[in-house]
């Protein structure tokens, strides 16, 4: 339903052959500092716009990451490697976090210029546990805790990041997104459990009520239950 952007905090300096090495310890802190299964973001990027994967399956599967307290459900969490409290963000990272994020954006139909409405899990966040609040789909870790992070530069650059993934994402042209607009999208068919993808040479996409869709080169369907 929503994506929401961090940053690590560490050095502006590195090069782009030390970016992997940051990823590897920002994962080591998560699992042996924190007592994470994994590290806890599902993507992140560093100041020369290469996009690493986070936790296992977090490009490609609905994996819940370990990124904002208490709202990590349906919730994207991509870190950019560094940290912006005074410092720009490069132009070719805004470009990189935006492209990830339009990724998982059209797959899940979601409107980078809309809200979503997600449930508090964790009273240690801004919001009692149970509380339901609505953010815009794409956020800042501070929305949800008290934290300076992104940073005062990234936060700002929101509303940059939000119009450069609505330029990427054109899922109303999808075939699918008719079909499950057709069956009564979300009130009809339930959240999306498994975002648009290829599978067997077919576009398929996966409800929450248990229902798939698959469309063969002709355009006809096939409904899987």
């Given at each position: 339903?929503?994506?929401?952007?961090?940053?690590t905090?560490?050095?502006?300096?590195?090069?782009?052959?030390?970016?992997?090495?940051?990823v590897?310890?920002?994962?080591?802190?998560?699992?042996?500092?924190?007592?994470?299964?994994?590290?806890?973001?599902?993507?992140?990027?560093?100041?020369?716009?290469?996009?690493?994967e986070?936790?296992?399956?977090?490009?490609?599967?609905p994996v819940?990451?370990?990124?904002?307290?208490?709202?990590?459900?349906?919730?994207?969490?991509?870190?950019?490697?560094?940290?912006?409290?005074?410092?720009?963000?490069?132009?070719?990272?805004?470009?990189?976090?935006s492209?990830?994020?339009?990724?998982?954006?059209?797959?899940?139909?979601?409107?980078?210029?809309?809200?979503?409405?997600?449930?508090?899990?964790?009273?240690?966040?801004?919001?009692?546990?149970?509380?339901?609040?609505?953010?815009p789909?794409i956020?800042?870790?501070?929305?949800?805790?008290?934290?300076?992070?992104?940073?005062?530069?990234?936060?700002?650059?929101?509303?940059?990041?939000?119009?450069?993934?609505?330029?990427?994402?054109?899922?109303?042209?999808?075939?699918?997104?008719?079909?499950y607009?057709?069956?009564?999208?979300?009130?009809?068919?339930?959240?999306?459990?498994?975002?648009?993808?290829?599978?067997?040479?077919?576009?398929?996409?996966?409800?929450?009520?248990?229902?798939?869709?698959w469309?063969?080169?002709d355009?006809?369907?096939?409904?899987?239950?």
């Open positions: 339903r929503a994506a929401t952007v961090h940053h905090a560490g050095s502006n300096t590195y090069t782009a052959a030390e970016s992997a090495g940051i590897r310890s920002v994962m080591k802190y998560h699992i042996q500092g924190r007592g994470w299964c994994d590290i806890g973001y599902n993507a992140l990027v560093d100041r020369y716009g290469q996009i690493f986070g936790r296992i399956g977090g490009l490609t599967n819940i990451g370990a990124h904002s307290l208490g709202f990590n459900s349906r919730n994207f969490g991509i870190s950019v490697m560094g940290d912006f409290t005074v410092a720009n963000v490069p132009a070719v990272t805004i470009d990189a976090l492209s990830i994020i339009a990724m998982r954006f059209h797959d899940f139909y979601v409107n980078p210029n809309g809200t979503a409405t997600l449930t508090s899990s964790d009273s240690g966040s801004h919001y009692p546990a149970g509380t339901t609040v609505t953010f789909t956020d800042g870790h501070r929305d949800f805790q008290s934290t300076a992070c992104p940073g005062a530069r990234l936060y700002a650059a929101l509303p940059t990041i939000r119009a450069k993934v609505a330029a990427q994402v054109l899922f109303t042209d999808s075939d699918l997104y008719a079909r607009q057709l069956l009564g999208g979300r009130a009809g068919m339930g959240e999306i459990g498994m975002g648009e993808a290829t599978l067997f040479g077919h576009r398929h996409l996966g409800y929450a009520s248990g229902w798939g869709t469309t063969r080169a355009g006809s369907f096939v409904e899987l239950g």
